[in-house]
């Protein structure tokens, strides 16, 4: 009967609404995520791609502050994007929490790099709650520096991630790279947060695995802290993923020794 089922459920329209919104997203309710005050991102050694010189999808393992796993992520992306576009080709990253189940979705376009025209991009989907967009980071040109802005999902700028030129310091292999965040509209840089590239260890590094240390603001709510973890992938790509191919490629130096070469 219509009656006695609309009788059954006055008075309790607010308690279905909290928990209908409870099933929509996840995002918040992981203390993994919400609770970290940072994380460690650290690029899995692939070793079919170390003897084969194949460039093959990248995978990653998310690190809490005791070294504990708390997410798993996983490049989805075509043998001749990765081959054709190298770095700046599109993918899918799939983010995964410790119960392996589906928690962020990350979606990169192909943007081309000619001339500097077109800076690189991605959105970050809450894979919570079906793929329900969370923002995007936009990379902006600067002279001398390297910039990425953090957008919701109405394109209002939150956040700017900046640090200096790559290509004026020094190349060395274990130097660190920080980029500081800030919040957008506010002069200088709040000194708390950020990505920083990290120095993986001697043979991590010679095999071409990238790590990184993401540090939370305090007040930085959950959906903005997906929206770093996003963007510390998108640096990844765009400043740090070498070929090992290339190197494999590169010729080697042939040193004069007693006059012979």
């Keep these: 009967d219509t009656n006695t089922l609309v009788s059954a459920f006055q008075g309790r329209t607010d308690i279905y609404i909290f928990q209908t919104r409870r099933i929509m997203s996840r995002i918040a309710d992981n203390t993994d995520l919400n609770g970290a005050s940072s994380l460690r991102v650290k690029q899995d050694v692939d070793v079919l791609e170390l003897l084969t010189h194949l460039d093959l999808a990248n995978k990653y393992k998310v690190l809490d502050n005791t070294g504990s796993m708390v997410f798993r992520a996983r490049e989805s992306s075509s043998f001749i994007t990765r081959s054709c576009c190298g770095p700046r080709r599109p993918f899918t990253m799939y983010i995964y929490d410790k119960k392996k189940k589906p928690f962020i979705t990350l979606k990169r376009p192909y943007k081309c790099t000619f001339m500097c025209l077109w800076p690189q991009e991605i959105q970050i989907l809450d894979a919570t709650n079906s793929n329900a967009l969370l923002g995007f980071v936009k990379q902006?040109?600067?002279?001398?520096?390297?910039?990425?802005?953090?957008?919701?999902?109405?394109?209002?700028?939150?956040?700017?991630?900046?640090?200096?030129?790559?290509?004026?310091?020094?190349?060395?292999?274990?130097?660190?790279?920080?980029?500081?965040?800030?919040?957008?509209?506010?002069?200088?840089?709040?000194?708390?947060?950020?990505?920083?590239?990290?120095?993986?260890?001697?043979?991590?590094?010679?095999?071409?695995?990238?790590?990184?240390?993401?540090?939370?603001?305090?007040?930085?709510?959950?959906?903005?802290?997906?929206?770093?973890?996003?963007?510390?992938?998108?640096?990844?790509?765009?400043?740090?993923?070498?070929?090992?191919?290339?190197?494999?490629?590169?010729?080697?130096?042939?040193?004069?020794?007693?006059?012979?070469?």
């Design 140 to 261: 902006q040109w600067v002279f001398a520096g390297r910039k990425f802005v953090l957008y919701d999902e109405n394109e209002t700028a939150l956040y700017t991630l900046y640090g200096s030129c790559i290509y004026i310091e020094p190349n060395c292999f274990c130097k660190e790279y920080t980029f500081k965040i800030a919040k957008c509209g506010k002069e200088g840089l709040d000194g708390e947060g950020g990505v920083k590239k990290t120095w993986a260890g001697f043979c991590r590094s010679a095999l071409d695995a990238d790590n990184f240390e993401v540090d939370f603001p305090s007040d930085i709510p959950a959906e903005h802290r997906a929206l770093l973890l996003g963007a510390t992938f998108l640096i990844d790509y765009v400043y740090f993923e070498e070929k090992i191919e290339k190197k494999a490629a590169e010729p080697v130096e042939e040193v004069a020794v007693d006059g012979q070469v």
